[in-house]
Each structure stands twice: as C-alpha cells, then as structure tokens.
T-cell receptor
Framework: GQSLEQPSEVTAVEGAIVQINCTYQTSGFYGLSWYQQHDGGAPTFLSY????GLEETGRFSSFLSRSDSYGYLLLQELQMKDSASYFC??????????FGGGTRVLVKP | GAVVSQHPSWVICKSGTSVKIECRSLDFQATTMFWYRQFPKQSLMLMATSNEGSKATYEQGVEKDKFLINHASLTLSTLTVTSAHPEDSSFYIC???????????FGPGTRLLVL
C-alpha cells in the first residue's frame, strides 16, 4: 500500500514563501502530484513530478527526489487566495492516486 | 479543456433511499474514471476505479453492492449509493483520466446528506 506524510497546517503572511514537504512509502510509484482544494470545492491539479528535479509553474514549484521518497511544493509570493488545503498524491502503475492527509495553508495579511 | 462535471451538486435524501450521481467528461474521452469520498476535514479516499465497458474495481473496505458503479460510455460514469444511511453523508468526487494521458481531472463534487 501507500502512505504519505505532510504537515497538517502552515501559516504565513502575504508575499512570503511556503514549502510543503511530503514523504511517502509506496509499493509502486510512478509519480507525485499536487492538488489544491479550497473549502467546499473540488481538488484542482497543480503539478506532477515523475522524475527527480524541480518543476516550475508560475508562483508554484514542485520538487521530487525518488531516492529519498520525498517531494515538496513551493508556494512563492503568497497571496490571500492561496489559503487552501494542499494535497500530495502518489500515482501508481494503474493511474490510481493515494492522497496525503493534506496541509492547510493560512495566509495572513 | 479537460472539464469534468458532476450532477447533482448536492442532494438531501431520506435514510433507505438510493441516490445516483453522474460524472461526465465534457470535452474529452475517458476510458477510466475514479470515485472518491471525502469526509469533513479529511483527505480524499479512493473508493473505486471505473473502466468503460467493464466492471469497476473497488478498494478494500468499499462494498460493491452498496456503491454501484456503471461506466456506460467514454464520457459518463455513474455512482449509485443504495439504501443510503446517515453515515454515507459525505462529499463524493469523481475524476476522469483522458485516454493516453497521466493527469486526472476532478469534477466539482457532490455533497450528499442522508437524514
């Protein structure tokens, strides 16, 4: 099976940088995805890493180290609208996603 | 592109009734769709994988006779919660995997409240 660990909550101010770490233990790993979910909404796709290294998409970047079973999501130039829950998810060979517990990010003025 | 819709967006029903939730991929074909359940302040838990033209694959602990899944076409999967009870109240979310791609796209979710 799969298990993922990520911090439960992070608080930061507007303009700051936040890094959300995700460690995983898996029986089959094809890649690590990140999703954002606002209260009451559905998850929206942010990024996907299948290979080691950094993927940058605007203010958000994601990193993966397969040898360390570790990844992170970096949120830069935080804005109030970034207040949400962020989930890492491991994808297996069957394209199934196993989600971490989620990290609630609270952005303060 | 890659838009997934769900209907209804919310439903309130009496205990013992059955509820059908539809998941549609609007601008792409999806051989595979997934159904998740999310309780308040918890993570998404995969319930089952729905494959067009074949039986769904259920995750451990999910009763296939209670949560009936039908994937009748490349753009539609349905989840029927049979004989719903208050403990089935949850946020049900589907996702669709465009054929040949690796990224799942999620629907807006359906809130179910069983009284």
């Amino acid at each position: 099976g799969q298990s993922l660990e990520q911090p439960s909550e992070v608080t930061a101010v507007e303009g700051a940088i936040v890094q959300i770490n995700c460690t995983y233990q898996t029986s089959g790993f094809y890649g690590l995805s990140w999703y954002q979910q606002h209260d009451g909404g559905a998850p929206t796709f942010l990024s996907y890493n299948a290979l080691d290294g950094l993927e940058e998409t605007g203010r958000f970047s994601s990193f993966l180290s397969r040898s360390d079973s570790y990844g992170y999501l970096l949120l830069q130039e935080l804005q109030m609208k970034d207040s949400a829950s962020y989930f890492c998810a491991v994808k297996d060979a069957g394209n199934k996603l196993t989600f971490g517990g989620g990290t609630r990010v609270l952005v303060k003025p | 592109g890659a838009v997934v819709s769900q209907h209804p967006s919310w439903v309130i029903c009496k205990s013992g009734t059955s509820v059908k939730i539809e998941c549609r991929s609007l601008d792409f074909q999806a051989t595979t769709m997934f159904w998740y359940r999310q309780f308040p302040k918890q993570s998404l838990m995969l319930m089952a994988t729905s494959n067009e033209g074949s039986k769904a694959t259920y995750e451990q602990g999910v009763e296939k006779d209670k949560f009936l899944i039908n994937h009748a076409s490349l753009t539609l999967s349905t989840l029927t919660v049979t004989s719903a009870h208050p403990e089935d109240s949850s946020f049900y979310i589907c996702s669709a995997l465009p054929s040949g791609e690796e990224t799942q796209y999620f629907g807006p979710g359906t809130r179910l409240l069983v009284l």
